[in-house]
């Protein structure tokens, strides 16, 4: 199907003029390390130097990746509003991830989560989870944005997919790989400025299309009016995509697990808010994205819902973000595409940077300890040139042949998010746990998981993320109980929840009550 989106001359060039000030911009951002030589502090948090603004705008950058606008948008036109539960909910757990997760986290100056669990358990742990980590940024979350992102490109500019992901792959590398995190979140505060206009001018056009030029607002009734099933944010078991989202588990159950996993242990988001200033920065960056999470709907969701109707004969859901972009006059459609480009090499370079980080400090530090500052710099940039390389390979392989990818990457990690989470919030919160109850968990919840996908297929992926989290939950507690481990007590070197004082601002206590508002408001009107 041709959407007869192919770049004129004035949309390339104001796409190129974006590429070139994008690379100057983070090479001016990097000058600093050119003279003085970068440390590990300097390249993998920021010279732990970021203000509020930086960390949360980052923080949206590395989230709103092409998994999330292309995915998400996807998910849209196939499932319709009751998707945006993902970004809605995500807002409140920010909140939660701020008050009683980051304090401690910042209190150990830890620079990876593998870092903080070696702190808490042992060397097992850690090393373990790193290597996870790392296969899953690598084989899962690198080859989503770079497959998703060729795609787009194809879609939009004519450029074969294939060149389209290597386009993306030496562009991220160009702006970030000498900077590290500092020129990464720096250019992320131009990038999700051009994400948010971006985003709402296409909704703003799809709704007016809609409407046949009669206004947003027309266009928005008439959506709701031909297709008010897409409007429903709590799904009935007869509805064909229950299993994806299955009604008032939604809001109780197994999403809270995939949320605090992304959102409070996750390497390359956690990693902005490492490199605050201070716990009052952090927590005011972490507010500020929170805030920002409760525009992503009308920036990702709705221009999927809106392209049901204009253009109903879609070969797959995902198609439906890139298509939306024939609806942009020439020069906006070069600025939109920008944007959509800002978004997926924002996320593959924090991405990358998370991945150099994890192999360089939990990894290879482990074998060669007492190299220098500078060393381990070149390891780091390495170490990302060398997954970004994996991901080109592996990414048509393993997603060309699924149509929504974004619930495709939801389904996979899946299967592991209940045990990281129950490997935390245990050794966060409960000072007996020890490494046998927490690789208990890790193992648990692949095997469990496992388990119940075949011997109860019926199960909604979603309820099985929550029942898998208390089976880890009641493993973990019995293994550390019954085990006779000498890391059971908190090592001197690690603090935990108890040891935390929660001197939280004031400004930060208020956007909280913010963000429960209007999030009660808008269930309370799409219920």
């Known amino acids: 199907m041709d959407f007869a989106n192919k770049l004129g001359t004035i949309d390339s060039t104001i ?35 970021l203000p509020w603004w930086a960390i949360g705008a980052s923080l949206i950058a590395a989230n709103i990746s092409a998994e999330q606008i292309i995915g998400m948008s996807g998910s849209g036109y196939a499932i319709g509003l009751a998707i945006a539960s993902y970004e809605w909910m995500a807002a409140i757990t920010l909140i939660l991830v701020g008050k009683y997760m980051l304090p401690i ?43 998703l992102g060729g795609l787009a490109i194809e879609t939009v500019a004519g450029v074969d997919w294939m060149f389209g992901m290597i386009f993306l792959a030496v ?106 200033k201070d716990i009052k920065e952090a927590q005011k960056g972490i507010a500020f994205a929170a805030y920002l999470k409760l525009l992503m709907p009308l920036i990702v969701v709705l221009p999927g819902i809106a392209a049901v109707v204009l253009y109903p004969s879609l070969t797959t859901p995902d198609q439906a973000y890139p298509s939306m972009m024939a609806l942009m006059p020439v020069g906006i459609k070069g600025l939109v595409f920008a944007a959509l480009v800002a978004a997926i090499v924002s996320s593959l370079a924090s991405m990358t940077n998370s991945i150099s980080t994890i192999f360089t400090m939990d990894i290879y530090s482990r074998f060669k300890p007492n190299e220098s500052q500078r060393h381990y710099v070149h390891i780091g940039r390495i170490a990302a040139l060398v997954s970004l390389c994996i991901a080109l390979i592996v990414a048509q392989p393993l997603l060309g042949k699924f149509d929504q990818a974004f619930q495709y990457i939801q389904e996979f990690t899946g299967f592991f998010t209940p045990g990281i989470v129950v490997i935390f919030v245990m050794g966060m919160f409960w000072k007996r746990t020890s490494s046998m109850g927490a690789l208990s968990a890790a193992l648990g919840s692949a095997i469990f998981s496992l388990v119940l996908k075949f011997a109860w297929p019926e199960l909604p992926f979603m309820d099985r993320v929550g029942l898998v989290f208390l089976l880890c939950l009641g493993l973990c507690y019995i293994v550390s109980l019954m085990g006779k481990d000498s890391r059971t007590d908190i090592n001197d070197s690690s603090v935990s929840l108890a040891q935390v004082s929660f001197d939280t601002t004031k400004s930060f206590n208020v956007a909280a009550v913010g963000v429960v508002l209007i999030l009660s408001a808008l269930y309370a009107t799409w219920w």
């Open 15 to 49: 796409f190129i003029v974006y590429v070139i000030g994008l690379l100057c911009l983070a090479l001016w951002i990097s000058r600093n390390e050119k003279k003085e030589g970068a440390n590990t502090e300097d390249y993998f948090l920021a010279s732990k130097s």
């Open 171 to 276: 562009f991220s590398v160009a702006y970030s790989l000498y900077g590290g995190l500092k020129a990464v979140a720096f250019t992320d505060i131009l990038q999700v400025v051009l994400l948010v206009f971006g985003g709402l001018l296409l909704s703003y056009l799809a709704l007016d299309a809609v409407a046949d030029g009669q206004g947003v607002l027309a266009g928005f009734g008439i959506l709701t009016e031909k297709m008010p099933e897409h409007f429903d944010m709590i799904l009935s078991p007869e509805n064909e995509h229950y299993m994806s989202l299955p009604g008032i588990s939604v809001l109780i159950g197994g999403m809270w697990v995939m949320n605090f996993s992304y959102w409070g242990f996750n390497q390359y988001i956690i990693q902005r808010a490492l490199a605050a």
């Open 105 to 147: 986290f910042l209190e150990n100056k830890i620079f990876t989560m593998p870092q903080y669990l070696e702190q808490r358990f042992d060397n097992k742990v850690k090393t373990t989870m790193a290597v996870f980590w790392l296969a899953v940024y690598t084989f899962v979350n690198l080859t989503a944005v770079l497959w």
